[in-house]
């Protein structure tokens, strides 16, 4: 299974693409989508088109996104929440189911803890992808969410799977 993991941000989009096999990850890609443009529809336009181009080349089977946590500033969480609709929209026009987990989740499943720093993240993403060359943070934390999506996963199809012989 290939899945894709954004970190959502306006000025700074982190996607990361893994491919998993049972329990083993394998590192495919990693960027940043950078936003341009004089306003927030032109930025957010931006977005759209650099992720819908990842989706088209590197064709993954599932999709996750970070949520956004509120924060005193409104104007800047409501602009990320924003590019947070893009990151969900465009797989889902791929017809991806798309995953979504705290920053909390992501950081307590690759790390161990929940309140991680970010180079805790990255260091803990090295690890888990050997050789990875990290385009940089943001990357990392898209990765982060694809690998806290694929053990999501695959312990929830576990689940399934051990529901289904004790029922029959």
């Known amino acids: 299974m290939r899945v894709l993991g954004i970190d959502p941000g306006l000025r700074n989009l982190g996607w990361g693409l893994i491919d ?49 946590f509120v924060n005193k500033d409104g104007a800047g969480t409501l602009k990320l929440g924003q590019a947070r609709g893009i990151a969900l929209l465009v797989p889902a026009q791929f017809g991806l189911a798309v995953g979504e987990y705290s920053p909390n989740t992501v950081k307590k499943t690759v790390v161990g803890v929940g309140h991680a720093a970010k180079e805790q993240v990255a260091h803990m993403v090295k690890v888990q992808l050997p050789g990875v060359k990290l385009a940089g943070p943001d990357a990392a934390d898209a990765l982060a969410v694809a690998i806290c999506h694929a053990h999501h996963a695959r312990s929830t199809t576990m689940l399934a799977e051990a529901v289904q012989r004790a029922s029959a």
């Open 20 to 68: 998993v096999n049972g329990s083993r990850l394998s590192h495919v890609a990693n960027g940043i989508c950078h936003s341009s443009g004089t306003d927030l529809a032109a930025r957010l336009l931006s977005l759209y088109d650099q992720l819908t181009d990842i989706v088209n080349r590197h064709r993954p089977e599932s999709a996750a996104v970070e949520q956004t």
